[in-house]
């Protein structure tokens, strides 16, 4: 079974420059969610998508940050405009949702690490 | 508001040795607990989940336990290896996951 996959894995932009995430999900995983996890810390939920309706966004920069997930599968995370203190890894996970009756393990890409200069 | 803490931040062991990483959280209304290990540049992967109703749950040389009621878990690490030097990271779920800063471990050969 196919893992979570996540593009690109670097990305490099200097403040001010707009970047965009990608994230496939596991087949069949209803739930997707955006993490930022800045250095030294845990990942911080930024967005829980349930299929392509947003669950839970409250800790998304709403001025700077979107996300989208047009289909209910792939998703896309956008930052614009950078700025210094967004330089982390962005991680997607994806989870079987409400199928899972409670037991909502989740499952982690392998991250973009993001660089503004 | 779920706060989760996690010590020690880091820990150095020699190869061979039992140790325990500890986190605690201070909402015990919790769906479930599960502990992660991050390597350097990667992403996570799922060690152990252990639901609200259960006490521990094992896997291999790993075996990791919940208290609800003191907001407290442990994760144990039997005859640790350096291939075992990672940054372990717990994290409680209820509507939505909240993660510690994990402990970064380095077992020394």
């Known amino acids: 079974e196919a893992g979570v996959a996540q593009s690109p894995r670097y990305k490099i932009i200097e403040k001010r420059q707009s970047v965009a995430f990608w994230c496939n999900p596991i087949?069949?995983?209803?739930?997707l969610y955006w993490y930022q996890q800045i250095l030294g810390q845990g990942p911080k939920l930024l967005i829980q998508?349930?299929?392509?309706?947003?669950?839970?966004d409250s800790q998304l920069p709403k001025d700077r940050f979107s996300a989208e997930r047009l289909k209910g599968v792939d998703s896309t995370l956008k930052i614009q405009p950078a700025k210094l203190e967004d330089s982390a890894v962005y991680l997607c996970?994806?989870?079987?949702?409400?199928?899972?009756?409670?037991?909502?393990?989740?499952?982690f890409g392998p991250g973009t690490r993001l660089t503004v200069l | 508001k779920q706060e989760v803490t996690q010590i020690p931040a880091a820990l150095s062991v020699p190869e061979g040795e039992n140790l325990v990483l500890n986190c605690s959280f201070t909402?015990?209304?919790?769906?479930?607990l599960q502990w992660f290990r991050q390597d350097p540049g990667k992403g996570l992967t799922s060690l152990l989940l252990?639901?609200?109703?259960?006490r521990e749950q094992t896997s291999g040389r790993l075996n990791a336990s919940l208290d609800k009621s003191s907001g407290r878990s442990t994760l144990y690490i039997a005859a640790s290896q350096p291939g075992d030097s990672a940054t372990y990271l717990c994290?409680?779920?209820?509507?939505?996951?909240?993660f510690g800063a994990g402990t970064r471990l380095t077992v020394k050969p």
């Open positions: 996970a994806s989870s079987l949702g409400a199928l899972a009756g409670g037991y909502n393990e989740q499952f």
């Open positions: 087949s069949g995983h209803a739930t």
């Open positions: 998508f349930q299929n392509n309706g947003v669950v839970d």
């Open positions: 909402d015990s209304a919790i769906y479930n």
């Open positions: 252990i639901q609200s109703s259960q």
């Open positions: 994290a409680v779920e209820l509507n939505d996951m909240r």
